[in-house]
């Protein structure tokens, strides 16, 4: 095997394979607790039980309530812990299950109060601030029942409690987390079993994805309307047929099938409240198939293939090389932006996952473009003017989308990374 041909197994190998860690925990409105620890923060033990976008209830109908609900979520404590109370004794542990929105996250601990503590500490329960045991909250003012915490007590020496159901209805449009927390350092080697169950009033999307059925639906409309014309002119002009012609009709109906999953995806994840792992798949792995086609196509085309060059000749091997890596570490970016929660990695893993996207999306722009320039030359030497003119406005065509998907990516920082900071 070529020592260039190892290397790019190898990546797409170490792509596929963190593509598969990282898809191991599927985002959902139904938000699954298999055993997991608390953490500790400050003086305070924490489980992040997660976030959703979530619109307000509507009043007018029953149907389109927007809620959290707790399904038999159990707290389990060791024997240790448990052992160090009496059979009898009432309330020997509190978890507590913290809902706040993301605009009072503030509102969580004694910061207000100058103090650093999660927990009420001795000092602030003797001036009435909080009571010993518990998360300091400070009520928001426009809505004293925010941020919302339901209590959950252990009792004697069970080492398992289960909270109460519970149905947290939702009234304003935001932001909100769950978090459950406790103060008693003796509950460490806590564990949480359940699931929690959040839902939108149209649906179980999260607020973020919901306008994406929407869409996906029309581009699924767009896609076909589309593709019947293709199809019209294809027949229409049946003896003057190129190749390529076939190619594009290829990238046609990868985009039709591309849309169509994703659109089903959306449809399911809204009404049961998990991702389908087969669609999602099914939909990543088309994205990925399109996107690679759709650049192999725009380069072979600015070569002059099917124009100026019968073949590609001895760059095949290339194209295709460059082709199969940009598939792989796109398909594995798509697996964890769509299968897992890629806030949950750190930004080297990100950095590992986005960057080779990155820089195989800047080499097929430059070769692209250097091909145009010598595909260019070509045809003026060989005084073809009317492809000459073709190729022309194909070129400032190319440059323009190149310019409007930079300046995209420059707005998308500004907004979410800090020009607004900086303002």
Same mark, same amino acid.
């Given at each position: 095997m070529r020592p260039p041909r190892r290397a790019a197994l190898s990546l797409a190998l170490g792509l596929s394979l963190v593509a598969l860690l990282a898809a191991r925990g599927a985002d959902a409105s139904v938000h699954e607790y298999a055993g997991g620890g608390f953490a500790p923060r400050a003086n305070s033990f924490f489980f992040h039980g997660g976030s959703e976008g979530l619109y307000a209830s509507d009043p007018s109908s029953n149907s389109s309530a927007s809620f959290i609900r707790f399904d038999t979520v159990v707290f389990r404590r060791t024997l240790e812990s448990a052992s160090r109370h009496e059979e009898m004794q009432q309330k020997t542990g509190l978890v507590e299950a913290i809902?706040?929105?993301i605009q009072d996250r503030d509102k969580i601990g004694g910061s207000y109060l100058h103090s650093d503590a999660i927990c009420c500490t001795p000092e602030l329960d003797k001036e009435k601030f909080c009571r010993v045991g518990e998360v300091i909250i400070r009520p928001n003012p426009d809505n004293p029942e925010w941020p919302q915490r339901i209590q959950t007590f252990f009792e004697g020496k069970n080492e398992e409690t289960t909270m109460l159901p519970q149905l947290v209805s939702i009234n304003k449009t935001g932001m909100y987390y769950l978090y459950?927390?406790?103060?008693?350092?003796?509950?460490?080697?806590?564990?949480?079993? @359940?699931?929690? &169950?959040?839902?939108?009033?149209?649906?179980?999307?999260?607020?973020?994805?919901?306008?994406?059925? %929407?869409?996906?639906?029309?581009?699924?409309?767009?896609? /076909?309307?589309?593709?019947?014309?293709?199809?019209?002119?294809?027949?229409?002009?049946?003896?003057?047929?190129?190749?390529? =012609?076939? =190619?594009?009709? !290829?990238?046609?109906?990868? @985009?039709?099938?591309?849309?169509?999953?994703?659109?089903?995806?959306?449809?399911?994840?809204? +009404? %049961? @409240?998990?991702?389908?792992?087969?669609? %999602?798949?099914?939909?990543?792995?088309? %994205? !990925?198939?399109?996107?690679?086609? +759709?650049?192999?196509?725009?380069? &072979?085309?600015?070569?002059?293939?099917?124009? &100026?060059?019968?073949t590609l000749g001895g760059i095949t091997s290339r194209v295709a !090389?460059?082709?199969?890596?940009?598939?792989? !570490?796109?398909?594995?970016?798509?697996?964890?932006?769509?299968?897992?929660?890629?806030?949950?990695?750190? @930004?080297?893993?990100?950095?590992? /996952?986005?960057?080779?996207?990155?820089?195989?999306?800047?080499?097929?722009?430059?070769?692209?473009? +250097?091909?145009? +320039?010598?595909?260019?030359?070509?045809?003026q030497l060989r005084r073809s003017m009317a492809k000459l003119e073709l190729y022309r406005k194909f070129t400032n065509s190319l440059a323009v989308s190149v310019l409007?998907?930079?300046?995209?990516?420059?707005?998308?920082?500004?907004?979410?990374?800090?020009?607004?900071?900086?303002?």
């Amino acid at each position: 095997m070529r020592p260039p041909r190892r290397a790019a197994l190898s990546l797409a190998l170490g792509l596929s394979l963190v593509a598969l860690l990282a898809a191991r925990g599927a985002d959902a409105s139904v938000h699954e607790y298999a055993g997991g620890g608390f953490a500790p923060r400050a003086n305070s033990f924490f489980f992040h039980g997660g976030s959703e976008g979530l619109y307000a209830s509507d009043p007018s109908s029953n149907s389109s309530a927007s809620f959290i609900r707790f399904d038999t979520v159990v707290f389990r404590r060791t024997l240790e812990s448990a052992s160090r109370h009496e059979e009898m004794q009432q309330k020997t542990g509190l978890v507590e299950a913290i809902i706040v929105e993301i605009q009072d996250r503030d509102k969580i601990g004694g910061s207000y109060l100058h103090s650093d503590a999660i927990c009420c500490t001795p000092e602030l329960d003797k001036e009435k601030f909080c009571r010993v045991g518990e998360v300091i909250i400070r009520p928001n003012p426009d809505n004293p029942e925010w941020p919302q915490r339901i209590q959950t007590f252990f009792e004697g020496k069970n080492e398992e409690t289960t909270m109460l159901p519970q149905l947290v209805s939702i009234n304003k449009t935001g932001m909100y987390y769950l978090y459950f927390m406790f103060c008693d350092p003796q509950l460490k080697g806590l564990k949480i079993t @359940g699931r929690t &169950v959040w839902r939108n009033p149209q649906g179980y999307l999260p607020g973020k994805m919901a306008p994406m059925m %929407t869409f996906y639906g029309f581009m699924s409309l767009a896609y /076909l309307a589309l593709g019947l014309l293709w199809f019209i002119q294809f027949v229409r002009c049946w003896k003057d047929i190129l190749q390529l =012609h076939y =190619h594009i009709t !290829a990238v046609i109906a990868l @985009g039709m099938c591309e849309m169509a999953f994703w659109y089903f995806e959306y449809a399911n994840f809204n +009404s %049961t @409240g998990t991702r389908p792992m087969g669609i %999602t798949i099914w939909a990543v792995t088309f %994205t !990925a198939v399109k996107k690679t086609v +759709s650049r192999l196509l725009l380069l &072979v085309v600015s070569m002059g293939y099917g124009i &100026v060059l019968p073949t590609l000749g001895g760059i095949t091997s290339r194209v295709a !090389a460059l082709g199969f890596i940009y598939f792989v !570490a796109s398909e594995a970016l798509e697996l964890v932006e769509n299968l897992g929660n890629i806030n949950d990695f750190s @930004g080297k893993t990100r950095l590992f /996952l986005v960057l080779p996207v990155a820089i195989l999306d800047a080499t097929f722009i430059i070769w692209i473009f +250097s091909s145009l +320039s010598r595909t260019l030359e070509k045809l003026q030497l060989r005084r073809s003017m009317a492809k000459l003119e073709l190729y022309r406005k194909f070129t400032n065509s190319l440059a323009v989308s190149v310019l409007i998907s930079i300046a995209w990516i420059g707005y998308e920082i500004c907004v979410f990374r800090g020009c607004r900071r900086g303002g």
